[in-house]
């Protein structure tokens, strides 16, 4: 990631704590689960002035989870723990705390009873093997868990005061909002804040070169891009001594960075190319319909995963074969057998088909060769055909995309949306 943004001391020579987050569970440690708790919590104790110095992962194994937290808690103020307080043998982390902390377990009677009345309110009986759940280090403050069984915990252990939350992300987040956060936030010394400006149809070499001089070392806010799948992220991170110090700096920097790359910019934070289109379109009371052959299905999916959406999609058709073109779109065979199903002329009818027989204001079309097969000198693979059809007539576009057969398709229905955004807000 490249560095930094606008010039600014209101954040400089802050005393700020710091925390290690600690993840627990096997299946994170060999990959077969994404550990996305620690990435989150080190955002939040950034926003509440607490720098987090480290990410340890650890498996179901109560020796080295004790060994980890007492590492941490010697180095730092705050230690986070998350996963391994569920009622299962390889739920570990009560005991690794406690043994960190010196103390040992003790069941807590209104622990046991909540865990009781949510089984009884769900009319289930109780295993005695969630009674454990109720089990708490000696001194340790109970973290309440509305959502679940598995209730949290603070203790102190060497310097530092340890915390410990549910694996499950949405608890965990409902539990930091509810209770952690304000809690630490008195520890905490200014505020390291961090939002992102989205963009898409533009390199990350040419966003860099429209932005470089905001992206200097040494400067505050913070500016650096990032790739994902297409989209390219601009990082804005900004310290100060008050949070609203921090936003107005991102403010500002972000007033320049979206004038200079115009509209390049779809969005903020976690809006998505989707999300914004769908937006755009409940707005303004448009609809829109899509022909997909190549990408199978997958834009329409992107449009249905917005709630809400049902208010401007009228209706999906993936017409993969020449023969559905025809019958379902209307694609006129002479068409297909002058130019082939991948072409422009094909990418408009079919959008021009499903706009006729929706009736709706817009409609969306993509036809190509997402490989690894399929590919010839004339039409190689990751060649793909995008067409717009509304009622100031149809445009279309030539894209020829790299990567394996699913980041085409991504990278399609993607370049589909964004044409439709580009149309309704201009």
């Known amino acids: 990631m490249k560095a930094v943004g606008i010039s600014g001391d209101a954040g400089r020579g802050l005393p700020r704590a710091s925390a290690v987050v600690i993840s627990v569970g096997t299946e994170l440690v060999r990959g ?21 110095v480290g990410h340890v992962t650890v498996g179901d194994d109560s020796e080295a989870l004790a060994e980890a937290v007492l590492r941490a808690a010697s180095a730092c103020e705050v230690v986070i723990v998350t996963g391994g307080i569920g009622p299962t043998p390889d739920d570990i982390t009560r005991d690794a705390v406690a043994r960190a902390a010196g103390v040992e377990l003790q069941r ?43 209730a949290g915990f603070r203790v102190k252990v060497a310097r530092a005061e340890a915390i410990v939350l549910p694996g499950v992300p949405v608890e965990m987040k409902m539990m930091w909002d509810a209770t952690v956060r ?4 008195a520890m905490g010394a200014g505020a390291a804040i961090t939002r992102t400006v989205n963009c898409f149809g533009s390199g990350e070499s040419d966003i860099s070169e429209a932005i470089g001089d905001l992206m200097q070392p040494g400067q505050n806010p913070l500016v650096g ?48 190319l989707e999300s914004v289109v769908v937006g755009a379109l409940l707005e303004r009371g448009l609809s829109v319909t899509v022909a997909e052959s190549c990408t199978g299905g997958l834009l329409a999916k992107r449009i249905t995963d917005i709630s809400g959406s049902s208010g401007c999609f009228t209706q999906g058709i993936v017409a993969y074969h020449n023969d559905a073109k025809v019958t379902l779109l209307g694609v006129a065979p002479e068409i297909l057998a002058e130019h082939g199903a991948v072409s422009d002329q094909v990418a408009r009818a079919m959008a021009e088909g499903a706009r006729v027989g929706a009736g709706s204001d817009f409609a969306l079309s993509t036809t190509g060769i997402a490989g690894p097969t399929g590919g010839t000198s004339l039409k190689p693979v990751g060649l793909v055909y995008i067409a717009l059809a509304s009622a100031d007539g149809t445009v279309s576009k030539r894209l020829q995309l790299r990567g394996k057969r699913a980041e085409v398709r991504d990278r399609a229905s993607k370049h589909a949306l964004n044409l439709l955004r580009l149309h309704i807000m201009r």
């Open 225 to 272: 891009d990032t790739a994902e799948e297409g989209i390219i992220k601009i990082r804005i991170r900004a310290t100060a001594r008050t949070r609203t110090q921090a936003l107005e700096l991102i403010d500002r920097t972000k007033s320049q960075v979206k004038a200079r790359l115009g509209d390049t910019v779809f969005g903020e934070d976690s809006q998505t």
């Open 108 to 150: 807590d009677g209104a622990a046991l009873a909540h865990i009781e009345g949510m089984f009884a309110s769900r009319d289930r009986r109780m295993s005695p093997s969630n009674a454990v759940q109720a089990d708490f280090p000696r001194g340790a403050s109970i973290i309440a868990n509305p959502r679940g069984t598995a």
């Open 32 to 52: 077969e689960i994404l550990d996305t708790n620690a990435a989150y919590l080190s955002r939040e104790l950034a926003e509440i002035g607490i720098e987090t």
């Open 182 to 185: 304000d809690y630490l936030a």
